[in-house]
């Protein structure tokens, strides 16, 4: 039998706060455990919540950039339930009125666009850490996360696929980082995804019995945590069993899901609006605000890049994967105007050096002005391709201009043929057999002549040239 797969999302998103949700206790990463507390995010009697302002601007951007309805007024809920990182025994939510209603987010996959539903966004606090040691039985809490503002995207179950999925996520994940609320490091756990599943006889109208998988930090385990999940489902069904109801881990190194607790229902976590905080309004103007702050969003300027600079979809994505790289590449195109070579060299020689030293664009030592001097200088035919990618890492090196460089090291591409043509005459006098050969038909070898050329001046014939004067010398 056929089936259908049934896929929605939850995705938590850790915003790019200074200060926590609720108080003013710092959000920073990998600080000294339960340092970063206070009596208002340790849950201590007597304490009173104060919302962070950044946090509703934050979401209120997410919402707009999903095309979502920005809700008027919003009520903040506890979420009830006991576990040793909750130090209030509840989490500070929102149930039945989110920030944030009825988006979408499109993706390509396949050579297709899907619009992809977003039921809500919505704001709360963070839990606490558990810290399992390996050692001995026991486990350590650190509060420090406790309270550090989140967003809360849930989709509609409109994904069918693997591919799907991780394509939804790539595109919110960049999304986010492109509005600056997320720094979108799935790592730390800053930005972290639950997966729904459920299958189905093909075309049938009912879904699914769903299982819900957790412990999915990466791009790569949540696809190969929900194939995993699929064959499952799809074997209990074909076997004539039921699938249960119920919270799965993904255990990577093992490569399957394992039982983690039975499925709660939202009745089980018993909500009801926090007496602490008083009803938020979001006015038209507050909205509007946060409007005119909104960038280009990644998906628009991939498509624009694609449509103004001629390149194809492949560079567009790669340019565009970082806001600081695409900024980057239409810096150097208001000095040069060849989008493809620009983007050649930022793709292969750039984005290798950011990679291999741990570095971003603003350390980069190559400004968009001196790349595209060194591609000017190529396209010039003052040095060829190959003495470029020497000045590229001399110029990264030193931060001189590539002129320079190229005047210092005597890298002058060499154009008179008359040079060329003495130093070939040369070469073919000491390789008398390969000069036979290639007389005798094997053609290819004008490849090793030119390459002894190009040896010879170090790499600075031009190469058009040298092709054109070994093949005047062997067959004139």
């Given at each position: 039998?056929?089936?259908?797969?049934?896929?929605?999302?939850?995705?938590?998103?850790?915003?790019?706060?200074?200060?926590?949700?609720?108080?003013?206790?710092?959000?920073?990463?990998g600080?000294?455990?339960?340092?970063?507390?206070?009596?208002?995010?340790?849950?201590?009697?007597?304490?009173?919540?104060?919302?962070?302002?950044?946090?509703?601007?934050?979401?209120?951007?997410?919402?707009?950039?999903?095309?979502?309805?920005?809700?008027?007024?919003?009520?903040?809920?506890?979420?009830?339930?006991?576990?040793?990182?909750?130090?209030?025994?509840?989490?500070?939510?929102q149930?039945?009125?989110?920030?944030?209603?009825?988006?979408?987010?499109?993706?390509?996959?396949?050579?297709?666009?899907?619009?992809?539903g977003?039921?809500r966004?919505?704001?709360?606090?963070d839990?606490?850490?558990?810290?399992?040691?390996?050692?001995?039985?026991?486990?350590?809490?650190?509060?420090?996360?406790?309270?550090?503002?989140?967003?809360?995207?849930?989709?509609?179950p409109?994904?069918?696929?693997?591919?799907?999925?991780?394509?939804?996520?790539?595109?919110?994940?960049?999304?986010?980082?492109?509005?600056?609320?997320?720094?979108?490091?799935?790592?730390?756990?800053?930005?972290?995804?639950?997966?729904?599943?459920?299958?189905?006889?093909?075309?049938?109208?009912?879904?699914?019995?769903?299982?819900?998988?957790?412990?999915?930090?990466?791009?790569?385990?949540?696809?190969?945590?929900?194939?995993?999940?699929?064959s499952r489902?799809?074997n209990?069904?074909?076997?004539?069993?039921?699938?249960?109801?119920?919270?799965?881990?993904?255990?990577?190194?093992?490569?399957?899901?394992?039982?983690?607790?039975?499925?709660e229902?939202?009745?089980?976590?018993?909500?009801?609006?926090?007496?602490?905080?008083?009803?938020?309004?979001?006015?038209?103007?507050?909205?509007?605000?946060?409007?005119?702050?909104?960038?280009?969003?990644?998906?628009?300027?991939?498509?624009?890049f694609?449509?103004?600079?001629?390149?194809?979809?492949?560079?567009?994505?790669?340019l565009?994967?970082?806001?600081?790289?695409?900024?980057?590449?239409?810096?150097?195109?208001?000095?040069?105007?060849?989008?493809?070579?620009?983007?050649?060299?930022?793709?292969?020689?750039?984005?290798?050096?950011?990679?291999?030293?741990?570095?971003?664009?603003?350390?980069?030592?190559?400004?968009?002005?001196?790349?595209?001097?060194?591609?000017t200088?190529?396209?010039?035919?003052?040095?060829?391709?190959?003495?470029?990618?020497?000045?590229?890492e001399?110029?990264?090196?030193?931060?001189?201009?590539?002129?320079?460089?190229?005047?210092?090291?005597?890298?002058?591409?060499?154009?008179?043929?008359?040079?060329?043509?003495?130093?070939?005459?040369?070469?073919?006098?000491?390789?008398?057999?390969?000069?036979?050969?290639?007389?005798?038909?094997?053609?290819?070898?004008?490849?090793?002549?030119?390459?002894?050329?190009?040896?010879?001046?170090?790499?600075?014939?031009?190469?058009?040239?040298?092709?054109?004067?070994?093949?005047?010398?062997?067959?004139?």
């Amino acid at each position: 039998m056929d089936y259908d797969v049934v896929i929605g999302l939850e995705v938590h998103i850790q915003l790019l706060t200074d200060t926590k949700i609720f108080c003013g206790c710092s959000t920073r990463f990998g600080d000294t455990p339960n340092t970063n507390v206070c009596p208002v995010c340790l849950g201590m009697p007597g304490v009173l919540p104060v919302l962070n302002e950044k946090v509703v601007d934050f979401g209120i951007k997410l919402g707009l950039a999903t095309n979502s309805t920005i809700s008027e007024k919003n009520i903040f809920a506890r979420k009830n339930y006991f576990y040793p990182d909750l130090p209030k025994g509840y989490q500070i939510t929102q149930y039945d009125y989110p920030l944030c209603q009825k988006g979408f987010l499109d993706i390509d996959v396949d050579g297709r666009t899907k619009r992809i539903g977003i039921t809500r966004i919505h704001m709360e606090e963070d839990a606490g850490k558990l810290i399992h040691d390996e050692r001995q039985d026991l486990s350590y809490v650190d509060f420090n996360r406790s309270g550090v503002p989140l967003l809360e995207i849930v989709s509609e179950p409109d994904m069918s696929s693997t591919s799907e999925a991780v394509a939804y996520l790539k595109e919110l994940r960049q999304l986010v980082m492109y509005l600056g609320i997320c720094d979108g490091n799935m790592e730390q756990g800053s930005f972290r995804c639950d997966a729904n599943i459920s299958v189905k006889p093909k075309g049938a109208l009912d879904y699914g019995i769903r299982t819900e998988l957790k412990n999915m930090n990466s791009f790569r385990n949540v696809q190969n945590a929900l194939e995993y999940e699929i064959s499952r489902h799809v074997n209990l069904l074909e076997e004539g069993k039921q699938v249960e109801q119920e919270t799965r881990l993904w255990d990577a190194n093992a490569g399957l899901t394992r039982t983690m607790r039975t499925k709660e229902e939202s009745h089980d976590y018993r909500y009801f609006p926090e007496p602490d905080l008083i009803p938020l309004v979001v006015d038209v103007a507050w909205v509007e605000r946060i409007r005119k702050t909104l960038p280009e969003l990644p998906r628009d300027k991939r498509y624009r890049f694609v449509k103004d600079y001629g390149i194809p979809m492949y560079d567009a994505e790669v340019l565009t994967q970082q806001s600081d790289i695409a900024d980057y590449f239409e810096a150097c195109l208001k000095f040069i105007d060849t989008p493809k070579d620009v983007s050649n060299w930022i793709m292969t020689e750039v984005l290798r050096v950011l990679k291999e030293e741990s570095i971003d664009i603003a350390e980069f030592n190559i400004t968009p002005k001196m790349l595209s001097d060194m591609i000017t200088l190529i396209k010039k035919g003052v040095i060829s391709g190959k003495i470029a990618k020497g000045v590229f890492e001399d110029m990264h090196r030193t931060g001189k201009d590539p002129s320079l460089i190229v005047d210092e090291k005597g890298l002058l591409q060499i154009m008179d043929e008359g040079v060329l043509k003495d130093k070939a005459k040369a070469i073919l006098d000491a390789h008398p057999k390969e000069v036979k050969s290639y007389k005798d038909g094997k053609k290819q070898l004008l490849g090793f002549f030119v390459g002894q050329l190009m040896k010879e001046t170090r790499g600075r014939a031009n190469p058009k040239l040298a092709n054109k004067v070994i093949k005047g010398l062997l067959e004139g």
